[in-house]
């Protein structure tokens, strides 16, 4: 937590976000992600907040203990609860002119999950549901999902319920988030609380602040082109448009049905699509302002897709550090942050690898970390179905460094590099146990010389380096592995976890 605290943070809340109208004010209330089967962070002084009476008194009580505050004249309240131990459950009241009572209450780690459809993709979707359905089990796993949508503004409250694991509603779970939480749950034998505020075929620009994104300098230009093409979008045209492509579909499928062949891909609506994804910052306003200050251990994040477009792929370096400190800031506190790196896809006409390597280079960023899934996709499908996989990697990363657990923390990341005449030396960390090459084909790795052609390289491997050389190029300038879209992995670490993508050039001499 920054030295600022949470009470500076209520405070700025309530003077940006959009508050309920007086005539709801008459009553104490709640935002929605206080309710019923609710975690709370352990360890922290968590923050509680809702809306009464101007200059009503408020009093907040779980199990024995009791804080008391004050309405502001704009009707809203704040306060911390005490530190709590993980456990429960327990009960929350909250007493003004009427009183509110939230049962079966839990205290342990709470994680937020945010992102596109990898990170929205439910547990039903995933490898194996029925056994995973079967095996769900875990009444102290809770799963909030954020229903609202995007908005011009920021919101002071969203949609969504809580709801306790078992088999009757783990489809409906985020499974990256959902298998991430299994994982710390049987680690750390605490309650786990899992927020998941995510929306599929949106770009990264969407859950960032409009605000920070405005005074951002590196992002000048790439908001300026998105705004300006935001004023430029005739929603008449747009309208007529989709009712003529509408049409000529629907005779298309009638041909096809009749003709015993497949039916054409239905077109999409590009006015529907506008209202999911917001202006720049609409998810943001939508989805995740209404969550602070709400008390979490870290943040993960599932997204990328929608940003390998190549006028687009270069920016998200800036875009992915910008959402952190924007998120952190806003929150008051410097939260582990992970993110899963993109997984192996042939997406034609995308940019994969700009985006991956812009994920690498965020990790500069304190505190953040990074599964890589570059073996774990599917090369035809943009949602890969191993999710399981996906959470137990960003919770080796969360367990190993957030909660001190013993264990690999990720795959090979790539440190350092050396020039050495007609070869490479690169040197890795996380290789637990040693490097390890397995392919029976091409290595994966390939060097440039001057003239920018890049060939396909021998590699040795030498504990935690790795020898990088090719008979074709005298002269190496710039060495790359795993660098295409659908690449095939042949790195590992003695944990078998997969290398990190990467390209370098020789350092000047």
Same mark, same amino acid.
């Given at each position: 937590m920054s030295r600022h605290g949470w009470t500076l943070l209520l405070g700025f809340c309530s003077t940006v976000l959009s508050l309920p109208t007086a005539s709801v004010r008459a009553d104490v209330k709640l935002p929605a992600i206080f309710s019923e089967h609710m975690v709370l962070q352990a360890d922290v002084a968590?923050?509680?907040?809702?809306?009464?009476?101007?200059?009503?008194?408020? $009093?907040?009580?779980?199990?024995?203990?009791?804080?008391?505050?004050?309405?502001?004249?704009?009707?809203?309240?704040?306060?911390?609860?005490?530190?709590?131990s993980a456990g429960g459950p327990q009960t929350l009241t909250v007493t003004g002119r009427n009183t509110l009572t939230v049962g079966d209450v839990l205290v342990g780690e709470v994680w937020l999950g945010s992102g596109q459809s990898n990170m929205a993709m439910t547990v039903n979707r995933a490898r194996d549901f029925e056994q995973e359905q079967a095996a769900a089990t875990f009444p102290q796993i809770r799963m909030f999902t954020v229903s609202s949508g995007a908005s011009n503004s920021a919101q002071a409250d969203c949609r969504g319920t809580w709801e306790v694991c078992s088999p009757e509603t783990v489809a409906r779970f985020s499974a990256t988030a959902y298998f991430f939480g299994r994982e710390l749950h049987r680690t750390l034998n605490v309650p786990v609380g899992l927020i998941n505020s995510s929306v599929g075929g949106t770009p990264i620009e969407s859950w960032i602040s409009p605000e920070a994104q405005r005074a951002s300098p590196e992002l000048q230009q790439f908001f300026a082109a998105r705004q300006a093409e935001e004023a430029k979008f005739d929603v008449v045209a747009a309208k007529a448009k989709y009712e003529r492509d509408f049409e000529e579909w629907q005779a298309a499928v009638k041909k096809a049905k009749a003709d015993g062949q497949a039916a054409p891909r239905k077109p999409r609506d590009p006015i529907a699509l506008r209202q999911v994804k917001g202006n720049v910052g609409g998810l943001f306003n939508g989805k995740i302002a209404p969550l602070i200050p709400y008390a979490i251990r870290g943040a993960l994040w599932y997204q990328g897709e929608a940003n390998t477009v190549p006028d687009k792929a270069g920016y998200y370096e800036d875009q992915l550090k910008l959402l952190v400190t924007d998120w952190r800031t806003r929150w008051g506190a410097e939260f582990p942050f992970a993110w899963v790196q993109l997984p192996n896809f042939?997406?034609?006409?995308?940019?994969?690898?700009?985006?991956?390597? @812009? &994920?690498?280079?965020?990790?500069?960023?304190?505190?953040?970390? &990074? =599964?890589?899934?570059?073996?774990?996709?599917?090369?035809?499908?943009?949602?890969?179905?191993?999710?399981?996989? $996906?959470?137990?990697?960003?919770?080796?990363?969360?367990?190993?460094? $957030? #909660?001190?657990?013993?264990?690999?923390?990720?795959?090979?990341?790539?440190?350092?590099?050396?020039?050495?005449?007609?070869? !490479? $030396?690169?040197? !890795?960390?996380?290789?637990?146990?040693?490097?390890?090459?397995?392919?029976?084909?091409? %290595?994966? !790795?390939?060097?440039?010389?001057?003239?920018?052609?890049?060939?396909? =390289?021998?590699?040795?491997?030498?504990?935690?380096?790795?020898?990088?050389? %090719?008979?074709?190029?005298?002269?190496?300038?710039?060495?790359? #592995? @795993?660098? %295409?879209?659908?690449?095939? @992995?042949?790195? !590992?670490?003695?944990?078998?976890?997969? =290398?990190?993508?990467?390209?370098?050039?020789?350092?000047?001499?």
């Amino acid at each position: 937590m920054s030295r600022h605290g949470w009470t500076l943070l209520l405070g700025f809340c309530s003077t940006v976000l959009s508050l309920p109208t007086a005539s709801v004010r008459a009553d104490v209330k709640l935002p929605a992600i206080f309710s019923e089967h609710m975690v709370l962070q352990a360890d922290v002084a968590a923050p509680i907040w809702g809306w009464a009476e101007p200059g009503e008194k408020v $009093v907040i009580t779980i199990g024995s203990h009791a804080v008391e505050t004050t309405a502001t004249a704009e009707g809203r309240w704040s306060a911390s609860l005490p530190k709590l131990s993980a456990g429960g459950p327990q009960t929350l009241t909250v007493t003004g002119r009427n009183t509110l009572t939230v049962g079966d209450v839990l205290v342990g780690e709470v994680w937020l999950g945010s992102g596109q459809s990898n990170m929205a993709m439910t547990v039903n979707r995933a490898r194996d549901f029925e056994q995973e359905q079967a095996a769900a089990t875990f009444p102290q796993i809770r799963m909030f999902t954020v229903s609202s949508g995007a908005s011009n503004s920021a919101q002071a409250d969203c949609r969504g319920t809580w709801e306790v694991c078992s088999p009757e509603t783990v489809a409906r779970f985020s499974a990256t988030a959902y298998f991430f939480g299994r994982e710390l749950h049987r680690t750390l034998n605490v309650p786990v609380g899992l927020i998941n505020s995510s929306v599929g075929g949106t770009p990264i620009e969407s859950w960032i602040s409009p605000e920070a994104q405005r005074a951002s300098p590196e992002l000048q230009q790439f908001f300026a082109a998105r705004q300006a093409e935001e004023a430029k979008f005739d929603v008449v045209a747009a309208k007529a448009k989709y009712e003529r492509d509408f049409e000529e579909w629907q005779a298309a499928v009638k041909k096809a049905k009749a003709d015993g062949q497949a039916a054409p891909r239905k077109p999409r609506d590009p006015i529907a699509l506008r209202q999911v994804k917001g202006n720049v910052g609409g998810l943001f306003n939508g989805k995740i302002a209404p969550l602070i200050p709400y008390a979490i251990r870290g943040a993960l994040w599932y997204q990328g897709e929608a940003n390998t477009v190549p006028d687009k792929a270069g920016y998200y370096e800036d875009q992915l550090k910008l959402l952190v400190t924007d998120w952190r800031t806003r929150w008051g506190a410097e939260f582990p942050f992970a993110w899963v790196q993109l997984p192996n896809f042939a997406g034609n006409g995308r940019d994969w690898p700009t985006v991956r390597e @812009a &994920m690498a280079n965020a990790t500069t960023l304190p505190e953040t970390g &990074m =599964a890589i899934t570059i073996d774990i996709g599917e090369t035809n499908d943009i949602h890969p179905k191993n999710k399981q996989e $996906v959470g137990r990697r960003l919770a080796l990363w969360t367990l190993g460094t $957030v #909660y001190g657990r013993p264990g690999p923390v990720s795959g090979p990341i790539l440190t350092s590099h050396e020039r050495r005449g007609r070869e !490479f $030396v690169l040197t !890795f960390q996380h290789t637990d146990q040693g490097l390890r090459l397995n392919v029976q084909g091409p %290595s994966g !790795f390939e060097v440039a010389g001057p003239d920018g052609a890049w060939k396909p =390289a021998v590699v040795v491997i030498e504990q935690d380096q790795v020898i990088v050389a %090719s008979p074709d190029v005298a002269e190496p300038v710039a060495v790359r #592995y @795993a660098w %295409s879209n659908d690449p095939q @992995a042949t790195l !590992f670490n003695g944990a078998g976890l997969p =290398a990190a993508p990467f390209r370098v050039e020789a350092k000047p001499r």
